[in-house]
């Protein structure tokens, strides 16, 4: 069929087809539009799908009174849901997998403390408050509570950019500041449903993220681990480099050296034999406390202290003060507060929400991402009203609690519980604790945030992702923590927006002996039908790829016209857009179509759609443009337009 | 077959089938990956189509030399193109358009400049400039260029509120700054190919904002009309309002009302006649001008201008003056400058790419929207250098310009020609010229702008496009431009945001008597097939998604299980995710699918995928996910998947 049908003869045709003198396909179904939707039906469809995918409200439906109530505590504070059904069992485990993330929690704390210059109660303060707050509110049964080394270190740097003298009474306050305002982003995002935000933080940028910050966290810890005493307070890597190389003549401590490397040793080959045999990984856990006891009594047996060993000297005894009067609500570091803890707030989310999805899902159960939030958010705001500062769900401690076997978030009380007994009883015997120790532990530590095996896996699967990656490590690890950040975010958007302005389009062929139509790109072997082009649009059509998607099918015709031209074959007269995955079109998308309709016009090429999505239809219909195209021309399938246009048989090549 | 089939039991079917034992459909067809490209062929495809869609260069292949040097003249100046072919008929369309719009503009012009709070000369000096600019450079055929009603209210407004003291010199100099970095921005924009940027004001948007910007205006002539010394600076509709009331006892000058409402009447009707009669389109066209020379006829002849009717009282004479000198290049005006240019320059970017587009579409020529930001950039860089102000493709101007018979842009010449002999020779005669026709005929322009068809088309097709055009017309109307322009971008993204976030899932049922899948909400005929669920997925997956369709995706399957375990039907043993508009995974849409398949093998459901596209089954192969799924869980298209595992025939209902 090389010569143009007339109109008249593709009525005819097509009437023949319906009437059931053509082939068996599908010809007698029509595009149909799905039944009609008020306005209220689909504002209600649009802001349910938004902001409520989970149907949180399905379970109070025919619920009265009383049930409304315990229904809605349970779901503020799921312990009132699964705390009915705990029993004794659930409790050894959470006992004893408790007892060892206090082990590991206490050494870690004090070392995150100094990583956020300040002193180390305040952290022992944040692991005895948040973990219970978080038991009675959070919905993972994995996620243990307490000071990160990420959000220390960015607390660290950030905070001290404001206030220089962290001594100073001022940069506490301003680190309650932060931490509150941190709780209240988190449970804004939470309350107001707006979790998805943090999704626009990618995988790859996340793990480019943490690596570059344990990298920086590590470099850090150069400090304590060779005993300098001037130390750069950039952390980019170059400072700390040029820091650690002018302090080599002098500025060493040998003794620190030694004490360090040898606990750092100890604590790798821990770390090591955990991760070998499964069944040893309380080594792992234990082995943070076994050097600070054991490097504790060394130095005050030898007191290597007096040889320039650097010690703890102070950790303050007790239980935390309130500090509601501390936080900044007025004045010029009510600004600073807000910043720092909002990026904190979401960085902290970010690492507790990875987490706890991770350990969801490989112990099948649902996580509850905007109550998550919630819980986080409420444990921030009542920590920084009592001297605790930001907390979240940290990767190690995490993973060694779902290893001790913890059953219930009933561990993070247990945790709390061991911290209380160390902040009154214990505290003071931390005096002679070496800071190489504590380095030690961190490096230790954060080596587990550094994950090879991830990056190399986004080499593979995706470029950009890998771009974004790298781009995150490279901020933080040259410049600094914000920076990283920022160019995470700024990689991962400019991904959207490239999603969302240039769409991809395929030229379709018939697979050889079939009536389906595939990517000849994909499948060299699909045949392209004569005197037809079949593009094929992969995106919806919207104001910001309306006109690209526009000139591209006009690109592809022109180039695929001139190709044929010249192979001798016939001119191409149809030409079908498959709209299957188009799920959504704008006023500029139906402008589009419209001069693409036109355009084809003038070129004597008649435009044919197959298979519009009922939203699609709708809108076409909407205005008028199906009368514009024919409804004629509006097929429910390829292989109709095919069977109705195309010379059955006559395929090219 | 409600019976789970084992896996040994698929492989021998699959062989089976394979070997020809089979049905005919495409079970001999594998899914195929395509050709493997290179890192660097990857990176230039996606450069490519990202900033090179309309490929430029193809012209510059297998030329050398002169040629080159020719094709590249050429191509920045496209003049030295089209006016090889340039003949006496073009001439001839050219030059009466030229004169048409000329008489047009001129009044138009004077008008303008009183929004910008710029004296009369400069829009004429703008209309003498920048046009020849253009003809050189532009590649529209109709585009009227000239000062344009919107952006004069937006820079008189912006730039009142950086200098409130609109008759001094750093006013005007201000203006230039503005105009200097409008034009870079332009031709940034362009050189940088980064004009799809604009494409993100959707059509919607610049509904809204033109229209509110049109009552706005024409609110603002009520000073002019009513003839009121004491008028509110503020632009909002509550300000006016009051002012105009405030004024009604004392301020209001019957005798201005009298001139003004008279040609406001006559201003309308003729241009009523214009649109009534394509033929009489000139009517409206030269109205202006008649109205100017009648009203500054009747002032001079009455001296109304002694009984309080405002005149224009000095129009400078002679020609532009340079005004390099005048441009802040630093100083404290420098940073709001460039912030009013870049907007200004972005909103007069997008009325000429609108308007040019819609002419070129009429025309069916092309138009190279990168070539066009270049040309109205640099005219607007010569314009800030030669005493005129931003410039830019009018709607009213160009619509007249294309029905007096344009053929070329020498029309633009035309007109320029004719406005330097009107600053050559007439401008002192403007002095008698009242206020009150000025705010008629700008009444009688904007009106144009108020497109209503337009607004209704919205509200039918596409209810949040409504919203969005109503948000940015609010925000123009009771609070100002710059609120109006922020409200409609930000609309406009929030769009974009909620395509890439929640996309849209489908549950796919076959029509009967085919082999065909289509949505079971569009088609209610379509069947849904015993012991599989059928689930389309209808977009990229990427990390702003993932989460979200995989929670979907089993929510699906737990909504579609319990009706079906109602309904007595046997339970769901297959998830089929139909992958065709699935055309790009990114590491965490990898990670979604390892995750949605885990939580499938607990649930004892087998993931099946159908027809993934050439870029996600390179990835899936790359990720090793296929490993995990298992190659025979792959089919090319839904019905193979059927006949496969489902019970041929044994459909539902």
Redesign the interface.
């Known amino acids: 069929m090389s010569q143009r049908v007339s109109d008249e003869g593709v009525r005819k045709k097509m009437e023949e087809i319906r009437s059931g003198h053509g082939d ?3 010809h ?2 029509k595009v ?4 009609k939707q008020t ?1 209220l039906q ?2 209600k469809h649009s802001v349910v ?2 902001f409520f ?3 949180p409200l399905n379970k109070f439906k025919n619920q009265t009174g009383f049930r409304v109530f315990v229904l809605a505590l349970q779901s503020f504070f799921p312990i009132f849901e699964w705390g009915r059904d705990y029993n004794l069992k659930n409790f050894r485990g959470d006992f004893i997998s408790g007892l060892t993330i206090a082990s590991l929690c206490i050494p870690q704390d004090i070392a995150y403390a100094k990583l956020a210059n300040l002193d180390p109660q305040y952290a022992l303060y944040t692991s005895f408050v948040t973990p219970l707050v978080y038991a009675f509110m959070g919905s993972s049964r994995d996620i243990a509570i307490g000071p990160v080394s990420v959000v220390s270190l960015l607390l660290g740097t950030t905070l001290s950019d404001e206030i220089s003298d962290i001594k100073s009474h001022e940069y506490l306050r301003l680190a309650f500041t932060a931490t509150f305002f941190a709780g209240v982003t988190q449970m804004a995002l939470g309350v107001l449903r707006l979790g ?1 935000l943090i ?7 996340v793990v480019g993220f943490m690596t570059g910050s344990a990298i920086t966290i590590a470099l850090q810890q150069l400090k304590g681990l060779l005993g300098i005493k001037n130390f750069t307070k950039k952390t980019d890597i170059v400072s700390v480099m040029r820091s650690v190389f002018s302090s080599a003549h002098h500025g060493w401590n040998w003794e620190t050296i030694v004490i360090g490397l040898a606990f750092l040793v100890f604590l790798l080959v821990a770390k090591y034999i955990g991760k070998k045999n499964k069944k040893l990984f309380w080594v792992a856990a234990i082995s943070p406390m076994i050097s600070v006891i054991v490097s504790t009594f060394c130095v005050y047996i030898t007191r290597a202290d007096k040889k320039g060993v650097a010690i703890l000297k102070h950790v303050k005894k007790g239980v935390n003060s309130s500090s509601a009067g501390e936080i900044f609500f007025s004045g010029k570091y009510l600004g600073p507060g807000i910043r720092v803890g909002v990026i904190a707030g979401m960085v902290a989310l970010t690492e507790a929400v990875a987490i706890g ?1 991770t350990f969801a ?2 112990k ?1 159960y649902p996580l509850d ?1 905007n109550q998550e939030m919630m819980a986080i958010g409420a444990m921030n705001i009542i920590g920084s009203l009592t001297s605790c500062y930001v907390s979240t769900g940290g990767f190690s401690r995490t993973a060694v609690n779902n290893m001790a076997g913890c059953k219930t978030a009933v561990s993070n009380i247990v945790m709390s519980m061991v911290v209380l007994l160390t902040l009154l009883l214990i505290t003071p015997l931390f005096k002679y604790t070496p800071n190489a120790v504590l380095a030690s532990i961190i490096i230790a530590a954060v080596l587990g945030l550094v994950n090879i095996e991830a990056i190399i ?2 080499w ?6 890998f771009v974004a990656c790298m781009g995150a490590l490279f901020g933080v690890v040259f410049i600094n923590v914000e920076i990283g950040l920022l160019i995470a975010v700024a990689i ?1 958007f400019s ?10 389009t ?1 030229i379709l062929g018939k ?1 050889p ?4 139509y ?2 000849v ?5 699909a045949i392209q039908i004569d005197g037809m082009l079949i593009v094929r649009v ?3 059509i ?7 998607i526009k ?2 099918i006009l ?1 592809w015709l022109t180039d695929e016209e001139t190709q044929r031209i010249t192979s001798g074959l016939s001119r191409i007269e149809y030409l079908t857009v498959e709209m ?2 188009v ?2 079109i ?3 998308g ?2 589009a179509c419209e ?1 693409l309709y ?2 084809l016009q ?1 070129r004597r090429v008649q435009l044919i759609l197959a ?1 519009p ?2 939203i699609v ?1 709708q ?1 076409l219909r ?2 008028k443009l199906t009368d514009v195209i024919g409804e004629n021309n509006i097929f ?2 390829v ?1 109709d337009v095919v069977s109705t246009f195309g010379s059955n048989g006559e395929e090219l090549l």
Chains 1, 2 share one sequence.
């Open positions: 068996t396909f599908s007698f179904h149909e539009s799905p039944p306005l689909e504002i799908e938004t995918p989970d149907k998805f999704d626009f933080l990618s995988h790859a940028a999805r899902a490989m099948d991402g896996l986004l593979k699967i995706d470029k950009f992702d991962s991904k959207i927006l490239l999603q969302v302005t240039r769409p991809r395929a697979l002996g079939t009536t389906v595939r990517n790109w994909q499948y060299p072997k992969d995106s919806a919207y104001f910001s790829n309306s006109n690209y000139d591209r690109r299957s995955p799920t959504d704008d006023t500029s139906i402008h001069e036109k355009s003038k298979n999505g009922p239809i809108k909407a205005s429910p399938t292989a």
